[in-house]
């Protein structure tokens, strides 16, 4: 029999005295914050009061209208769609997203508004991806495209469609179906299905129209059902616009949590279609079948939610970034603020799936800033297929937290191969700028080649909890969020490698599961807590968040250290964490400028100066 748990919970009232005195870094506000302006306008994107000023560079992502959005990199049988306003016998010009739609439609603006499908025109998807093969940029063609060119970065060679996948073909009567640990399921109003995480759509029809009944039902009663209780599942519902998504779990998940994991699939879609897009479609017809513009985006949809249950990083709303020597950040920052081009917005390096470097353009900075939950799409792009690696993808990528109606192309390539561990991201707002951007992508290279970058990256490695010289302390999750609003960085955390007894996927689990119940209680919607201290079977867990909203921190130590060994403990990690922050973090973003703003050359006194004031940016005072 299971050893009983016994739990302290304390709850901080503005006493002083239970923690150590040492507030601690942070790089933004909460991760929930209100969406930068520029989600908020009209059409062309531009920042308030701009004509043909400074809001130029953010004038292009946005759809014209009409334009109905389609899923960039995605199905086995990609094809051309239609540009804008064009006929459907004009083709897409540019870079663009791969659309598998079914054999011989279009979606055009003269669409049916009933509710009958027609087999004849629907809404017309983006522009194609587009490839560098050889030295010569591809648009991916499909049967009837008439272009040659190559597959959708998705469809690996001699993969099967993502319809035979064989969690698609698991038998939802079965009891092993019910036994999963977490059921997705997203429907349309009219209850049709658009996707489910095990077993196939069509099979769980019926399933999800009973969903979508107690949903109207609800709503029949000037009311929103949000979660239903069992013994052993939470049913957590979220309607967004015409889309309603379901998650069904055996978790220890609190509600509020599976709603953010809702949420970031419904984030994913939009990524891929556009909100405008979505709630145009609909507009038209109620019952349209939204899998026909999703088809091969399965694959996207699993990867996010394997994703989920195993990062942190999504639990914490933050990013996490590969520990490097400062000079070397600070070089490779260098290294993309010298490689620009017009419309250039974001200038991005990942390695090992963790953030290198951002560069963004001065005038994001200005007025918003690029959210965590964008960056955790687009590593989940990037991660859902090797395709990626064998070539130069563009592709358009709508940010939804930065604008859920606007596209941006992606220009993605990896600097290391056959590793493939270094990967460069470069958004623009000018779909016929490929050519351009590829050109940022030789002198990156370049750069990086003369100061043997790729190298030192290769042997940058996560850090060991035993660094830290805290004796008892296992595992911990650090991370800051109070920064003066001028840094404009993205949230950030750091944690070190998983280690013994952590090795196995099963304990990981279990650590991730503790962690989310502290979160949990923290922020809890009721009763929210400043300092938990829970003793578990086998360790002993301790979460804080600082009582002046400096750092949120979750610690994890061995099954016998007390409240008071563990806070004490909590002292030396954040001294340890204040020494080694410019390794850690990303302190002060750079930035560049790809249009000239003469009448910010004296504001501040800083002369027009690219260069942030780096008075006092540290994220912890001294201790």
Known sequence: ?????????????????????????????????????????????????????????????????????GCPALGSESRLGAEVGAGPEEPAR????????????????????????EDSSEFAGPPPVAVLAGGKLE?????????????????????????????????VTAEGWRQHRKH????????????????????????????????????SGDNAIRSIYSDDHKV????????????????????????????????????MLTQASITRIFERKKNYDLRRLLAGSEKILDGLLNMVDSDPSFLLSAVHCLPLSSSLRDSLSQILQKA??????????????????????????????????????????????????????????????????????????????????????LLSTDKEAFYAVAECKRKIEEGMRTQNALHTIAGAQPYSVTQVGVSDLRHFMYKPFDVPDNHRQLTQFTSPELEAPYSTEEERRRLLDLYRYLHSRMHSCTRPLKLIYHVAE??????????????????????????????????????????????????????????????????????????????????????
């Open 340 to 425: 620009i081009t017009p419309n250039l917005v974001f200038s991005i390096l990942i390695a090992k799936n963790q953030l290198l470097t951002i560069v963004q353009e001065k005038t994001v900075i200005e007025d918003t800033r690029l959210e965590p939950a964008d960056l955790h799409l687009l590593l989940n792009l990037i991660g859902a297929s090797s395709a990626f690696q064998a070539g130069e993808i563009w592709t358009p990528i709508c940010l939804p937290l930065f604008n859920p109606d606007c596209y941006f192309y992606a220009y993605i390539s990896y600097l290391d191969p056959p590793q493939c561990t270094v990967c460069l991201l």
């Open 1 to 69: 029999m299971e050893k009983e748990q016994r739990e302290t919970e304390e709850a901080e009232e503005g006493r002083s005295g239970t923690l150590p005195p040492a507030p601690s870094p942070s790089l933004t506000g909460p991760a929930d914050a209100s969406l930068g302006r520029l989600s908020q306008r009209g059409p062309d994107c531009r920042p308030e009061g701009d004509s043909d000023g400074e809001g130029a560079a953010l004038e292009r992502p946005c759809p014209e209208d009409g334009e109905v959005g």
């Open 236 to 271: 957590v519902f979220m309607q967004q616009g015409p889309l309603v998504l379901v998650s069904v779990s055996r978790s220890r998940q609190s509600e509020q949590q599976l709603r953010r994991e809702l949420l970031y699939v419904y984030y994913q879609i939009v990524s």
């Open 94 to 117: 540019g870079g663009g997203g791969a659309l598998n739609g079914a054999a011989g439609e279009e979606l055009s603006d003269s669409a049916s508004t009933d509710n009958t499908l």
């Open 139 to 171: 648009e991916a063609g499909g049967v009837g495209a008439g272009v040659p060119g190559v597959c959708s970065p998705l469809s690996e060679p001699g993969s099967p469609p993502p319809s035979s996948l064989a969690h698609r073909e698991e038998d």
């Open 184 to 219: 997705v399921f997203v429907l349309s109003e009219a209850g049709k299905p658009i996707y489910s995480r095990h077993g196939n759509e069509e099979a769980l029809s019926s399933t999800m129209g009973v969903m979508m009944a107690l949903v109207s039902f609800v709503q």
């Open 538 to 623: 086998r360790e002993t867990l301790l979460g804080a968040e600082w009582v002046t909203s400096k750092f949120e921190l979750y610690t994890c130590f061995s099954p016998l250290v007390t409240k008071a060994s563990a806070i004490n403990a909590i002292t030396k990690l954040l001294r340890w964490i204040k020494k080694e922050e410019d390794r850690l973090f990303i302190r002060c973003p750079p930035k560049y400028s790809t249009t000239p703003h003469p009448s910010k050359g004296s504001r501040g006194g800083k002369g027009g100066s690219d260069r942030q004031d780096t008075t006092d940016n540290g994220f912890l005072p001294p201790l």
